[in-house]
């Protein structure tokens, strides 16, 4: 089976832009979590979102939002980039919502100039 | 809020050796506690995850051991191999969102 695949893995933007990044979960999976990555602040939860619905969100603005598809891949968005959003984004599968294993994909390093 | 310490920072150990990193979690309705390693330029791999109805699980040359009462749980890693050198996390979960302690830094030399 694939594995849980993120595009761009890397991304370079200037503050005031917005991005969106893409997860692509594993096949038959259709829960979709997202996590940020940085050396000060480590791995923190974003959201998550289960049959296109957000059913779990973190302590970050409302500039970063996210939506998942009908085909359970995830978009996430960040507008009016900041210096402090430079960081790897993860995104994590899992088979359903709840207290279940989740499987990470490699990131996407998005760095803010 | 929930929070999860995890020690040491760095760790290095010989080949062959044993290596354990702890860890601390404060919220005592957490039911599921999931180690994962990652390497450089890589996302966390899930190596083990322990639920709370469960005091040990072991998986090859690694183990988790959870204390339910103290709150904490452990990683044990024996005959550690170069190839173990990464960061390791732990985390701690009650619903879809996982907690993760700072990381350690384990070093195998040969």
């Known amino acids: 089976k694939a594995g849980v695949t993120q595009t761009p893995r890397y991304l370079i933007k200037t503050r005031g832009q917005q991005v969106t990044l893409s997860c692509s979960p594993i096949s038959g999976h259709r829960s979709v979590s997202w996590y940020q990555q940085t050396p000060g602040q480590g791995l923190q939860f974003l959201f998550e979102?289960?049959?296109?619905?957000?059913?779990n969100k973190g302590n970050f603005p409302g500039r970063f939002s996210g939506r998942q598809f009908s085909n359970s891949r995830s978009e996430m968005n960040v507008s009016t980039l900041e210096l402090g959003d430079s960081a790897l984004y993860l995104c994590?599968?899992?088979?359903?919502?709840?207290?279940?294993?989740?499987?990470f994909g490699p990131g996407t390093r998005l760095t803010v100039t | 809020g929930e929070n999860v310490e995890q020690h040491p920072s760095t760790l290095s150990v010989q080949e062959g050796d044993s290596a354990v990193i702890k860890c601390t979690y404060s919220d005592s309705a957490s039911n599921y506690f999931p180690w994962y390693k990652q390497e450089l330029g890589k996302g966390p791999q899930l190596i083990i995850d322990i639920r709370s109805n469960v005091g040990e699980k072991k998986d090859q040359r690694i183990a988790v051991t959870l204390n339910k009462t103290a709150k904490h749980f452990s990683l044990h890693i024996t005959e550690t191999q170069p190839e173990d050198s990464a960061v390791y996390f732990c985390?701690?979960?009650?619903?879809?969102?996982?907690?993760f302690g700072t990381g350690t830094r384990l070093q195998v030399f040969p």
């Open positions: 994590a599968s899992s088979p359903r919502t709840g207290v279940y294993e989740q499987y």
């Open positions: 979102y289960f049959s296109e619905t957000q059913r």
């Open positions: 985390a701690a979960s009650k619903t879809d969102k996982l907690i």
